[in-house]
């Protein structure tokens, strides 16, 4: 524990379980002195969240469907009537369909199911950076999340891929234009973890195992590190860093070749 998000306020959206990569985000501000309002997909997930933000002494929960703008806008009051302003944002949230992470980009992406990705995955959070930059009067900071898939081609991912690479697009202009007001916006691209959202991809443990055989340091991107990086990030310590796709893969992303065999 520390204080080094004493007194700031902010949105953590897209904590579904435990394994959520945002709640390991959430747990490490919590204890860095951080107020955290959680946003939740819809009642369904609820029961799920509420212990989890209870365990740490919170309560402040809101649904929030980011391809609805009416709950949306619903969230962005809730937040505004109890707290007026806000002092980061972490952005935590993508889907596309089971049939689209399989198989061959160009056979299973539909028109639909582009629609969707980029919907849920990339307008949702210039969406909310939009929505957030409007309560930080006083600057602030924002994170989404991201994976090496959007720089490099990675079996399965797919539609996924493309999206992401519009992410950290995304997060560059947004960047750009919210720097003038003391925003720092930049992306954080983790190492494959096993969660929900892995779970639904076709081969998802493999990529889990792949991507700790290839890295430096062979072995698993652990929360402790995705969760140390948003910290950075979103206090004082990420000042002067924006626009930024930080990776925390243990050094996956930076190697071309695997280790060879023995001759
Ligand atoms: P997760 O399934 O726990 O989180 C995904 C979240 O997106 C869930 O909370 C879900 O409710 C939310 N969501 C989906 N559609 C939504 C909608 N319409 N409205 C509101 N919320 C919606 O899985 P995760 O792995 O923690 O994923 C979080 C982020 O991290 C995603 O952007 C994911 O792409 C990214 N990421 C994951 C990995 C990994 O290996 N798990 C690696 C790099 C990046």
């Known amino acids: 524990a520390g204080d080094l998000m004493k007194g700031k306020r902010g949105i953590v959206m897209g904590v579904a379980n ?13 204890a860095q002195g951080a107020d955290i309002a959680f946003t939740y997909q819809g009642e ?24 609805d703008d009416a709950s949306m806008d619903a969230a962005f009051d809730a937040v505004k009537d109890k707290w007026g302003k806000i002092d980061f944002l972490v952005h935590s949230i993508a889907f596309a369909g089971k049939d689209e992470l399989q198989g061959s980009m160009v056979a299973n992406t539909t028109r639909e199911g582009f629609r969707r990705a980029m919907d849920i995955s990339v307008f949702s959070f210039i ?58 916006v930049n992306a954080i691209s983790a190492g494959a973890m096993r969660t929900l959202s892995l779970a639904g991809i076709r081969g998802g443990k493999s990529l889990m195992g792949t ?3 290839w890295s ?10 995705v969760a140390g990086a948003a910290l950075y990030l979103l206090s004082e310590l990420g000042h002067s860093v924006a626009g930024e796709v930080h990776h925390v893969d243990a050094g996956f992303h930076v190697v071309g070749v695997p280790d060879l065999p023995e001759e």
């Open 127 to 184: 969406d909310t950076a939009r929505r957030a930059s409007e309560i930080m009067p006083d600057g602030g900071a924002m994170i989404c999340m991201t994976y090496l898939g959007a720089e490099r081609t990675v079996p399965s991912y797919n539609v996924m891929g493309v999206a992401k690479a519009a992410l950290e697009a995304a997060t560059r202009y947004a960047a750009r234009d919210l720097g003038p007001q003391g925003i720092r």
């Open 18 to 30: 435990q394994n959520s990569i945002a709640w390991g985000i959430a747990r490490q501000l919590a």
């Open 211 to 213: 991507g700790r055989d």
């Open 44 to 67: 369904n997930l609820e029961r799920r969240v509420r212990p989890l933000v209870e365990s740490i002494g919170m309560d402040f929960m809101i649904p929030a469907d980011v391809t």
């Open 216 to 225: 430096l340091l062979k072995e698993d991107t652990r929360m402790e590190g």
